[in-house]
């Protein structure tokens, strides 16, 4: 069939509200614009757990299998001490991303004009800032080995991690950054620590050798990651397509988050690889966490996971004029004043999560 | 004698023209103020490569050697190819770090009222900043072993790098962190990525060990990477010592540049181990590189390499009054007017990098 199937887990602290907003966002681009979506609803963390041992239950791991695309909400982070550390390991994030080899991490960083006031930037500094940041996401020091803590003849302790990278690793997915440079605004900036770090100095030269060989239409620039982390903050409009390993794309996208005026208006995507037809599988997640401290509450803002449901419309259901119109009812929901706790300024009406749903439904 | 030794290395590109300015400001307190410094120039770069073959001559290493504190501008970077890489790199600030053992690199984050204008963060984000970033920085990935780019049998290449911490290394830099904050506000944050890296693990154990033991007066706290670089965006005034490994610091502190209006001015001291008497060997210099686009024009701002020298008062000296004073002189001159290119807003006069040295002594 045509139908693209699609799961649908909320997860734990906010991750179900914001999924319940976001669901319903997608179900009315399916009754109204008839995008062809099949939406399967699994659960994930504790109250699995409570009942079947594992944050990760049988049906949910069969739901997110047959997914084209997974719409994912948060989980619970060490805070959750309910679920035994090695349970919760055997289900975490991290291994779903290196399960599904889900390389690719983008994470588009886009000023809103409605909420510059409220943003720690200044609104000059925030005009035109448009980028998406792509995040190795399988590699590098995050799964390293050896590592480990060893004790040392003298009684002390050494803590030790691998980065590593290798050439398919870099190529593939510097690959999806000139190919996603090709529709925006042709450039890419590569960063690194190529002038202390030996994965680094790889990293630039297969970028390079693609670039070369494949992509010299698009622009390639290389920073270092700390000056990329001052020039994120001075000046974030220069940028189009930026590319780096997985801990400094950890990094370099929390610095950026205050560039788009907060974290919880962040969407983002995980890619895998390209099947014979183009095809990738896609974990579609706002930036944001569990935010245990606020769950429960119902004020969390939804958007970060109705913006992804956008980037789901424009990569997974290749529907690119329904992802403009639901990121043009994001914007008009805003510039009508629609704010969640988070980004409203003193003294503002906050809507909770569910009203914040309902601003975007009605500007759609 | 009671004489201080202080070794002048201006160095290459922008670091021997800001040096001429903070080394009259020296020559000033000396003078004027009976500073008890006794001052000895010396050479790195280019310019020795060219007469002896070492980046670093035998003189200036002597002069480094029995040195208490060294005033440093900047090196040349990979730009600078007249110079073989093993040249180079037998010299290099890296190098320098490891051989004198300066495991301890403070970088103060001050937000200068004059300077909100021209800053990338509103005023309002910007009011109370005033913190020192810690940076580990003579161990962690940058000094690693092993380390390379290998062949695999399918003929891929693989860059791997090793990160690592032992207790001891953690430790020291801790407790540089702990007794600094005992004479601020009382307040370390430690940052580390433990949700992941088994070195991040090893690190909050002995930071919070070290805590308990010795330092529990002070306000431990404890941030992962990602979160620590947003909050330094959204909220800098929320800190006050804040403590990290070397590649994190690096991160961190470029990112932390812009809450201060400008890198130019930023000053930066890299301790070693105290002997006996609580006597650190202490290498001064501004955060800021050898900037070889603006080279040679007399235009760079001295204020990083200014600030440095309050530093030096202040640690090496031991004339935390004197320090102050000069602290003063430069908020004076900026209050006054005083800017250099790099934080004129558009269409004021931009003073010369020797008009900025005269600016912060007219202001003594
Ligand atoms: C929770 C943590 C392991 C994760 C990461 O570091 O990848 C998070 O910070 C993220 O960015 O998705
Ligand atoms: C030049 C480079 C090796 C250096 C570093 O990464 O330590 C610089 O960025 C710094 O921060 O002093």
Redesign the pocket.
Known sequence: SNMIKVAVVGGEGIGPEVTDQSHRILKWFSARRGVPVSLREAQYGLIPYLATGKVLPDDTVEAMEEADAILWGA?G?PETTEVPAAARKAG???SL?SKYDLYA?LRPIVASPALADSAPLKASVLKDVDFIII?E?TSGI?FGEPRGIETLPDGQRRGFNTQQYTTSQIRRVARTAFELARTRKGRVCSVDKANVLETSVLWREEVTALHQAEFSDVELTHLYVDNAAMQIVRAPSQFDVMVTC??F??IL??CAAMASGSLGMLP?VSLGPPDRLGRRKALY?P?H?SAPDIAGKGIANPLGSILSVAMMLRITLNRPDDAVLLEKAVDAALAGGARTADIAEPGARKLSTQEMGDAVLNAL
């Open positions: 989980t982070g975490s994030l991290l991303r991490n995040r996401l995050y997985n801990i794309g950890d996208s929390d983002s997640e930036v966490g």
